[in-house]
């Protein structure tokens, strides 16, 4: 996700302006009294804690099942495969659970309609660009340049805001998307230098960027099919996508590659690529978590956090040597983001206290 880690689930909750309570997270509101100071700061520090561990486990255990040359594993559309068929299974599952009780019970029955699956193809043939690109690009860049690498996805969300939907941005913001691109290239002339650099990782950290938007602006419009349920759309999605994947994984080889891998029976292979797909699953619920006990703007403010926190420690754990200016890039990425997330909300509320500005307008938030 921008200024988070994307994931499977997690952008569908980003995509959205509002749409209709996820029967999974806590009502809002209520009529009862609300929890004591104490007691709320707890809860937030605690989502927002759950948060960052899971979207920092996904990157490095992802980074693992792509790139590792202890497991020497050349498939990653057999990876992406795996989690969005374990995704689909999970969304299923709790489905099916649905009659237990809570915290399920507010689940959709979720059934298979060709004719739905149809309509949801258009999305899914995005939604893999995104989560394919995004694998790629994890497994030709390294953990602490990957942030940098995906870091254009706010560049693309106010250009194809302006060429879809014909919305302008302001001043204030195009100089934050300024500042993000000088980060950007400033990031990959450093890798340059220190001989780290890939065009391959390069090239697909573009292209994730501008899947996760064009992801962002399909889901609204493909949204309604399904009732407006995220849940129904995930289970769509990843079904699409499973199926989708299968002549891509033949066209390139990867059944061959796997018949031939040596650990292919291997229970901690399958442990850690299940445990992936759990992470991917669960990244959503908690981004949903967080942005239930906080705001979306929080949730961006805290996104960008861990994406430095996420290049700290993978400097760290992998003994990396970077220099002055590779950490200005870094910063200027995180701060650029930072600026336009904090542009963003403040256009947001002076929109929403303008009695002058329509209902209608008020409600559109763009991609």
Known sequence: MTRAQLTRTGILRMALGGGAADPL???????GQRAPFLLRALRIAVVVCLYWFTSIAMVFLNKYLLDSPSLRLDAPLFVTFFQCALTAALCLGLSLGAACGPPCAGLPALRLDPKVSRSVLPLSAVFIGMVTSNNLCLKHVGVAFYNVGRSLTTVFNVLLSYLLLKQTTSLYALLACGVI?????????????????????????ILASLCVSLNAIYTKKVLPVVDGS???LT????VNACVLFFPLMMLLGEFRTLYHFDKLGNPSFWGMMTLGGVFGFAIGYVTGLQIKFTSPLTHNVSGTAKACAQTVLAVIYFEETKSFLWWTSNLMVLGGSFAYTWVKGLEMRKMQEDPNVKSSERNETGV
């Open 25 to 31: 997270l806590p009502a809002e509101g209520g009529g």
């Open 181 to 205: 691109i000088g980060g950007f290239w400033l990031g990959v002339d450093q890798e340059g230098a220190e001989g780290t650099l890939s065009w391959t990782g390069i090239f697909f950290g």
């Open 230 to 232: 995220i849940w129904r």
């Open 235 to 238: 289970f769509y999605n990843n």
